[in-house]
């Protein structure tokens, strides 16, 4: 052996392990922060859709809102059911508090059976 330089050894499977848990903890990282900005994109297209009344556009950035929700609520470690579960619990309360949206439009209600009406 040259002086200074040390022998390579394969890593340990305790070493290995513990370099894929920094991966995925890194990744996950990177993956949450990549679904913060893709949800602040769709605000900003949502609002820019608003003001050039374009339907399309607003429809998808609705939709990309929706779904980066429920992935980024999976990767802080809400399952798609425990979403669901949170959202009829917050139509539920503010229902039974009058909500002024539900009182003006009923429109509280109309989500809530649209959602339980998916779930059956």
């Not at 305790?14 to 993956?31: C, F, L, P, S, Y």
């Not at 950035?61 to 999976?74: E, Q, T």
């Not at 139509?91 to 809530?112: A, C, F, P, R, V």
Request: hydrophobic letters at 40%.
């Amino acid at each position: 052996m040259i002086p200074g330089n040390r022998s390579l050894s394969a890593p340990s499977m305790e070493g290995v392990e513990h370099m894929r848990q920094d991966v995925d903890i890194a990744r996950n990282r990177k993956t949450i922060e990549w679904l913060k900005a893709e949800m602040t994109g769709a605000i900003a297209a949502l609002f820019r859709a608003m003001v050039n009344v374009n339907s399309d556009r607003m429809l998808d950035s609705l939709a990309a809102l929706v779904l980066n929700s429920y992935l980024l609520g999976k990767r802080i470690g809400f399952q798609a059911e425990k979403i669901d579960q949170a959202i009829l619990a917050k139509l539920t309360e503010n229902i039974d508090k009058g909500h002024e949206i539900e009182k003006w439009y009923g429109d509280l209600s109309d989500l809530q059976r649209h959602l339980t009406s998916k779930r059956r």
